[in-house]
């Protein structure tokens, strides 16, 4: 390895001025999300109630393929943007590959993930609109910790709903969340009707993503000055994720390479779309040279909404409180097995993925957790950082790819490193001392849920 780079850093002006709107340029748009009650499509107007007024209008917006990023928010990025692009020479050594393996490291944000990217803009947003309380729901918790950051940067008090089996397994999380002077409340709880009513039906329920957005959403409706964050599915969420692909652009050009290969976890779509849409752009405009690319999306093998859902109008929580959105889905009454990678427990896809994997410009493939974990340990020996359960999923996903190589093949592979794993160690101990197991969800459960559509 010696006089090879190891890291590509783009310097503070070469920081995306501007994020990237895939939907302008796609040729089958995403279907708009429908009023639950009247079947009509969403106004951006419908959803002020809920959203700051700039995210909504972000949401709808099919026309502008790039939106500028505020300065106050560029400011903000700052403080861990650019991030390092890294060609895995270690690990391409331990898989015995002629393989070019590079990662964009997220895991060097304050909060240790991806999230903060959008987390600072929907609070500045909140903070520009007047908002003094913003709400949301958090499964690992990398979201939350990364809204509460960004609430407290902006004066804003934060409340968080934690998906109860991951405020029992990360606790730390929930630390980190309420350093930041967050208020953390594991979901379902007693403090709403929607958490009320699922604990009358099943008191014992762990809860899911689903449950937690119901909560969030209904503290948002009913607390003056309160706007609600959501940390992925939403398309103005994956818009605010693409300066991660924007800058892997910028920076395999400094490489000398183009990738043959994206891939990111996923769980509704965020990080997926952070780093796949910036170079799915040239694959749709049909660019000499960057037409081969395949987009490679690894969900986990108990929460199959892409390689095993129906796509359909559906939820994004489990109270029905929410618009309705075209995705692929596995019912938003679905309950995933308490699984580590808390953050890919959700029941549907974002609209915009679930159209391009409809539309054949993407692929999914479903990981088991103890394939994710042994993934992880080799990566971890390998390149010497700890990833997140949820990363561990690309990492797999990486992996099987280059097995399918010759071992002479020189393929080209990106995948996003979305978090570090050091506050999950507890679920490494499990998986070190033989205690992890898979979660297969069966076909009869899937359709179950589905007939409930």
């Known amino acids: 390895m010696k006089g090879k780079t190891k890291r590509y850093i783009l310097p503070e002006d070469e920081i995306p001025h501007k994020w990237y709107n895939i939907q302008a340029d796609m040729t089958v748009k995403p279907m708009p999300p429908l009023n639950p009650q009247t ?16 995210c909504c209008d972000q949401e709808l917006n099919t026309t502008d393929p790039w939106i500028p990023i505020p300065d106050e928010v560029r400011e903000m990025y700052k403080y861990y943007r650019s991030t390092p692009l890294v060609r895995a020479y270690g690990l391409e050594k331990a898989l015995g590959t002629s393989a070019h393996i590079y990662f964009k490291n997220e895991s060097v944000s304050p909060m240790g993930s991806h999230k903060l990217n959008s987390a600072i803009p929907q609070a500045y947003y909140c903070k520009k609109e007047g908002v003094k309380n913003i709400t949301t729901e958090t499964g690992a918790g990398q979201w939350g910790a990364s809204l509460a950051y960004a609430a407290s940067l902006f004066g804003l008090e934060a409340a968080v709903y934690q998906v109860k089996i991951s405020y029992e397994q990360k606790p730390y999380r929930r630390s980190i969340m309420q350093t930041f002077g967050a208020q953390v409340t594991p979901s379902p709880s007693m ?30 409706r009913t607390t003056p000055d309160c706007k609600y964050a959501l940390g992925s599915v939403l398309s103005h969420v994956s818009l605010h994720q693409t300066v991660i692909g924007l800058e892997a652009e910028k920076q395999m050009e400094m490489a000398g390479e183009y990738p043959d290969v994206v891939i990111a976890c996923f769980g509704g779509g965020s990080n997926f779309g952070g780093i796949s849409f910036p170079f799915m752009r040239h694959k749709i405009a049909a660019e000499p040279g960057k037409t081969h690319t395949r987009f490679v999306a690894a ?57 391009l994997l409809k539309d054949g410009l993407m692929e999914a493939v479903d990981i088991q957790q103890v394939e994710s974990f042994q993934a992880g340990c080799l990566f971890a020996r390998a390149e010497g950082i700890i990833p997140a359960p949820e990363s561990c999923h690309a990492i797999a996903a990486t992996i099987r790819e280059v097995k399918k190589l010759k071992p002479d093949e020189e393929k080209v592979i990106l995948f996003n490193l979305s978090g570090h794993g050091l506050v999950d160690m507890a679920s490494y101990d499990k998986y070190l001392s033989g205690d992890l197991i898979n979660y297969t969800v069966s076909d009869d459960e899937i359709q179950a849920n589905i007939a409930k559509l």
């Open 39 to 54: 079947r009509e499509p969403m106004t951006a107007s419908d959803l002020y109630t809920i959203f700051a007024r700039e």
């Open 191 to 220: 403090s709403t009707r929607a958490g009320k009513n699922i604990l009358t039906v099943n008191p014992n329920c762990q809860g899911s993503l689903g449950t937690a957005i119901s909560e969030a959403v209904e503290l948002a």
């Open 299 to 355: 969900e986990p093998a108990s929460c199959p909404k892409l390689t095993k859902g129906k796509f359909c109008y559906d939820f994004g929580d489990e109270a029905g409180y929410t618009p309705l959105l075209p995705m692929y889905s596995l019912g938003h009454k679905f309950h995933p097995s308490n699984i580590h990678a808390g953050g890919l427990r959700y029941h549907g896809a974002g609209v915009i993925v679930s159209q």
